[in-house]
């Protein structure tokens, strides 16, 4: 289960709230945006040569702070929550599971390496004193694991691009 204070539950319009439609769509303008950076990048290291989710995204977001915003509003994660994931001060496992697996679509990331990469970063915090509600721990609890497979799926399903594809007809 992961935090809703890492959430900003910024994804639902109100019907008729057209003002509302625009930030998001700008928002995931922003994140989209950055696709072009992050093949290019991915032409040059392979995403299993980065040493967890975080250090991916540092050399992908931008650093421009309104930037960074609206990336992790287009992501539903907090923006203070976004930036210290990035500089490895939080426990991705904290994050609601489904922010990750919108990321890894919008970049065309493949499921099995993007939950290598979180297990990475997750790692860092796994022998601190607080565990991560909703990790993965000694236990054999994959709460988090379990619901990033979850949400991979739920967006494999709304993947617009396999509209039209023959094996969808």
Sequence with gaps: MSDSRNCTNDTHVRAGDPEEFRRMRDNAAELLARVTHASALLRTKPLTDFGGLSEFLDQVLPTEHAAQERIARALDLSPEFLRRFRRHEVDPYLAPSAAFAVL?????????????????DHARFAGNFVAARGAADSSGDNTFEFAFDSAWEREELDDASRLGSASEL
């Design 104 to 120: 890894g679509h919008a970049f065309g990331l493949v499921k099995h390496e993007v939950a290598a990469l979180l297990a990475q």
